[in-house]
């Protein structure tokens, strides 16, 4: 599975951002998507995942009900649509694939990562 994340930029805070991840091949729906985030000088964190069919979504707690997660399985894409972004949201951005296992919130286990997208949130 290859994945690209795209859709980072500069935004001010309170503004929105929708990042997306395209996926090769012909089995997306047999994953399990998540979008993690890299700070610098801080460790990877889980920022949200959507089951195979979209009909679970998790997030962290720093972006519940401010970041949505979706998928479209006919067009092999995870999206991370954010809004009311923060200054503490600036991070890199990566997408992520795995095979379920009804897990969520560890980067571990993940063996598919997309390159990572730049979201700058400024004051």
């Known amino acids: 599975v290859q994945l690209q994340a795209y859709g980072g930029g500069l935004v001010q805070a309170g503004g929105s951002l929708r990042l997306s991840c395209a996926a090769s091949?012909?089995?997306?729906?047999?994953?399990?998507m998540g979008w993690f985030r890299q700070a610098p000088g801080k460790e990877r964190e889980f920022v949200a995942g959507?089951?195979?069919?979209?009909?679970?979504?998790y997030y962290a707690d720093s972006v519940k009900g401010r970041f949505t997660i979706s998928r479209d399985n006919a067009k092999n894409t995870a999206y991370l649509q954010m809004n009311s972004l923060k200054p503490e949201d600036t991070a890199v951005y990566y997408c992520a694939s795995k095979v379920p296992d009804g897990t969520y919130g560890s980067g571990a286990g993940w063996p598919y990562w997309g390159q990572g997208t730049q979201v700058t949130v400024s004051s």
């Open positions: 091949g012909r089995t997306f729906s047999s994953y399990a």
């Open positions: 959507v089951s195979r069919f979209g009909g679970g979504t």
